[in-house]
């Protein structure tokens, strides 16, 4: 059991493990994928840095840092969160608990560009297949995305749903399935009261009575969203000391919106670790 | 006031029949969002007192009051007045949006 479990390796992330680790908690600190930050050509506007540095060293720095000071990093896809009591958070390659979890996974549109998106959110879109698999008892659903997150929703369906098919909207498939992947591009959702069908852009249409969207790899917003905490369009909603609408669940960095700056991350995150610490001290 | 258990067999009384406007929240025991957005309906409850009717319906008892709404996604908070769904809010939401919203 560790006491905190940081999602995310960028500087709002290793900047809470820093603090954290320092106020004597035990942090595991997992991360996957490529950061904003590392594909930043150049930072010029970071204090200190003379003639400024490169998005990837700094990223990399922070990392570095973070193991040098004993705290465990390791690069794992998170695929789920989950809270009785304590945390539980799977990854890829398995689970971990802990008594505090930290959101620092950086920015992600939730939702994918088609037309009619908005409009059936809760009429036949839905963003979590576990909440939401019920209703559609024999249907037919399709998920879109086009990794382990999307194959991961796939599963929680499969059981329940009559047929389910992947759609990658023109994204090349990034993992194996058993599932029928459709890789053809997305353009219009269709319905009346509810989604009754999603047209190609071949001019195709695909029958459908649900839709699950699990783009790319599952970021900050996504596990949000699941566990019910409060977002604001795509970020998550946070208070002064980070803390989410659910106990000892924070969030930093850009996954909150505001200034996507590396110096807003870092601050984000030390007041996520430092209070995030102290609270699990309380107990 | 507080929140009242609506299922099939005193959803007529309790809710078409209501004079006051009633918020409802669709949910169920085994998803995550849903417990999270308990508490929140709890506190419209005791801010709003008698001026509003609070209710709350499990969707795995009351199967066909979900599907009677088109209920795809839970929670769902729907806001009748004089027996008419008047606003729809899909997914976990702000105490202080749906009090705006019965106001």
Redesign the interface.
């Known amino acids: 059991m560790y006491d905190i479990i940081i999602i995310g390796a960028g500087p709002a992330g290793i900047s809470a493990s820093l603090y954290a680790k320092r106020a004597g908690a035990n942090v595991l600190v997992l991360y996957y994928g490529e950061s904003n930050l590392d594909k930043a050509e150049k930072i010029e506007n970071y204090y200190g840095f003379v003639d400024g540095i490169d998005g990837k060293s700094l990223y990399e720095n922070g990392i570095e840092q973070a193991k040098n000071l004993g705290i465990e990093v390791r690069n794992e896809e998170v695929l789920h969160i989950?809270?009785v009591e304590e945390f539980t958070v799977k990854t890829t390659k398995g689970e971990y608990k802990s008594k505090s979890v930290i959101i620092s996974t950086g920015n992600k549109k939730l939702r994918p560009n088609i037309k009619g998106i908005l409009q059936f959110?809760?009429?036949?879109i839905?963003y979590?297949a576990?909440?939401?698999g019920?209703?559609?008892r024999g249907k037919n659903v399709v998920v879109i995305g086009n990794g382990d997150f999307a194959v991961s929703e796939s599963d929680d369906l499969k059981n329940i749903a009559n047929n389910v098919k992947i759609l990658t909207n023109g994204l090349e498939m990034e993992t194996s399935s058993d599932y029928e992947i459709v890789t053809k591009k997305i353009k219009e959702i269709h319905g009346e009261?509810?989604v009754k069908s999603i047209e190609f852009e071949d001019g195709e249409h695909l029958e459908v009575d649900?839709i699950f969207i699990a783009l790319g790899k599952a970021g900050g917003s996504d596990f949000a969203?699941?566990?019910?905490?409060?977002l604001e369009k795509d970020n998550i909603k946070v208070d002064e000391n980070m803390q989410t609408?659910?106990e000892g669940l924070y969030s930093c960095g850009d996954v909150t919106g505001g200034l996507l700056q590396v110096c807003k991350a870092a601050y984000d995150g030390a007041r996520a670790g430092l209070d995030a610490a102290k609270n699990i001290r309380r107990k | 006031m507080s929140v009242l258990k609506i299922s099939e067999e005193n959803f007529e009384e309790e809710v078409m029949k209501s004079e006051k406007t009633v918020i409802l929240d669709f949910y169920a025991d085994w998803c995550g969002p849903c417990k999270m957005m308990s508490p929140i309906i709890d506190g419209v409850a005791e801010e709003l007192g008698e001026e509003v009717k609070v209710g709350k319906v499990n969707t795995d008892e009351n199967l066909e009051l979900a599907q009677k709404f088109n209920i795809m996604s839970i929670p769902t908070i729907m806001i009748f007045k004089g027996g008419n769904v008047v606003k729809t809010f899909v997914g976990v939401t702000d105490k202080t949006e749906l009090i705006n919203a019965v106001k």
């Open positions: 989950e809270k959110e809760g009429k036949g839905s979590c576990i909440c939401d019920f209703f559609y009261e509810h649900g969203k699941k566990m019910g905490v409060m609408n659910i």
